[in-house]
């Protein structure tokens, strides 16, 4: 393996290309070991941390396996699993993690709040269907289906406003946010005692939409995506400049 050393300001950041590299060009292949953590920092010249913090975000997106007193493994991923999440993980900065969700909040709180008023029969049984798929994704322990669920349920609440610009507003903003952080989000049903509060959350931003209660509705929009907002930023390990609001 032809590591070499490492001169950069954000250093596991250089660490995870390389071993990206690695993998992009076959030299690690699934099932392979990685060098033990002291290994890599004498071969990389940086840090045990910095390492570590490499290793962490490989493993929240997917790409290596640790297991604990075992070492680090090679998982089976395409290329462009490779490519297109890293690129997005390691884009992403504190600013606009937070800005995003800014604007999740403005948009989907109103979304909440118009589709409580607006909402139809069929509109009611879309989100109601997606609630359902998220509860199976639990149940199954598929962290991917339960994401995906998660997003559709939060689409078909933009659909029930019967608002074109909000639903086009809001599908651009949730094409961005997903893309960029789609692993640190299904990180959440990957964090023990998350999955069945995400699944708490979204059954009663349901109900108050059923319920026609629009008040209660964005209350209960803006409790669940204060408390994302603050799970995945735990996940990414970054602080924001100004006070979350909640």
Wanted: proline content about 3%; glycine content about 6%.
């Amino acid at each position: 393996m032809d590591f070499r050393p490492i001169q950069a300001k954000k250093i596991y950041e250089e660490v995870v290309e390389q071993i990206r590299q690695l993998m992009e060009n076959g030299s690690l292949k699934p099932g392979d070991k990685l060098l033990s953590e002291r290994e890599l920092a004498e071969k990389l010249q940086v840090s045990r941390a910095s390492v570590r913090e490499a290793l962490r975000a490989l493993e929240m997106m997917g790409f290596v396996e640790i297991k604990a007193g075992g070492g680090t493994f090679i998982k089976e991923t395409s290329g462009d699993d490779i490519i297109q999440p890293l690129a997005m993980f390691l884009s992403i900065e504190k600013g606009s993690f937070f800005e995003i969700y800014e604007i999740r909040k403005i948009f989907e709180i109103a979304a909440a709040h118009l589709a409580a008023q607006r909402a139809t029969p069929g509109d009611l049984a879309r989100i109601e269907e997606n609630l359902e798929r998220m509860k199976a994704a639990m149940t199954e322990d598929d962290s991917e289906k339960g994401e995906g669920s998660d997003a559709a349920f939060h689409f078909s609440i933009a659909e029930a406003t019967q608002n074109g610009w909000l639903l086009r507003l809001l599908n651009t903003i949730a094409d961005s946010f997903n893309k960029s952080i789609s692993v640190a989000r299904r990180q959440l049903y990957l964090t023990p005692g998350h999955p069945q509060l995400l699944i708490e959350q979204h059954t009663k931003i349901y109900e108050a939409i059923r319920d026609k209660n629009p008040i209660l509705a964005q209350k209960t929009m803006l409790e669940h995506l204060s408390f994302a907002e603050g799970a995945m930023a735990k996940t990414l390990k970054i602080e924001p400049e100004f006070q979350l609001l909640t």
